[in-house]
């Protein structure tokens, strides 16, 4: 089972900064199958990232998903105020995968 | 428009037995892989359970495996999990899920939730 270990656990940043988030897979993630997820408090998880680059439907060009192998980041550019929430990354593919434990993006 | 609409959770007490629904519209549920997925209060996202097409084959996470079951009714688009014997750290919003078409574990459509709380 891969490990996804994501850093850091709380990030604060302005409005108009730009976020960098982390997620480490404890092997090397095949077909770079590596997923972002937003979570907005108090609603379900959006599926933001696939294919560790691919932005899915709705969500602006601010945010770009980059990585290979085992190194995988998740940049949003100049965080709106809607951008404020949780992150997790995901393993996806032939077999069950496994969800990071998640990037707080907070309000400094 | 996909659509997810989770019923069913409330308050039960430790060993006893509820029945998640969840409703699903605007895409052909037949074609997909269906998923639980649940979060406790502040954690993180983790896999329950999940069902082919066709409704053979299922998963589920060890901790669920036993006491939970999972079901499709293709033709009321209706997915369904039954916990029984249940236990306080099964407190935890439970989502409904689809997977996307083309990536085996791609969770592509999350409905809102519905929140089990298991406690005396």
């Known amino acids: ?108 | 428009e996909v659509q997810l609409v989770e019923s069913g959770g409330g308050l039960v007490q430790p060993g006893g037995s509820l029945r998640l629904s969840c409703s699903a519209s605007g895409f052909i549920f037949s074609s997909c892989v269906m998923h639980w997925v649940r979060q406790a209060p502040g954690k993180g996202l983790e896999y329950v359970s999940s069902i082919s097409r066709n409704g053979v084959s299922t998963y589920y996470v060890d901790s669920v495996k036993g006491r939970f079951s999972i079901s499709r009714d293709n033709f009321k688009n209706t997915l369904s999990l039954q916990m029984s014997s249940l236990r306080p750290d099964d407190t935890a919003i439970y989502y409904c899920v689809k997977e996307d078409r083309d990536f085996d574990w791609l969770l592509d459509s999350w409905g809102q939730g519905t929140l089990v709380t298991v406690s005396s």
């Open chain 1, 1 to 108: 089972e891969i490990v996804l270990t994501q850093s850091p656990a709380t990030l604060s940043l302005s409005p108009g900064e730009r976020a960098t988030l982390s997620c480490r897979a404890s092997q090397s993630v095949s077909n770079n199958y590596l997923a972002w997820y937003q979570q907005k408090p108090g609603q379900a998880p959006r599926l933001l990232i696939y294919g560790a680059s691919t932005r899915a439907t709705g969500f602006p060009d601010r945010f770009s998903g980059s990585g290979s192998g085992k190194d995988f980041t998740l940049t949003i550019s100049r965080l709106e105020p809607e951008d404020f929430a949780v992150y997790y990354c995901q393993h996806y593919g032939p077999s069950p995968g496994t969800f990071g434990q998640g990037t707080k993006v907070e309000i400094k």
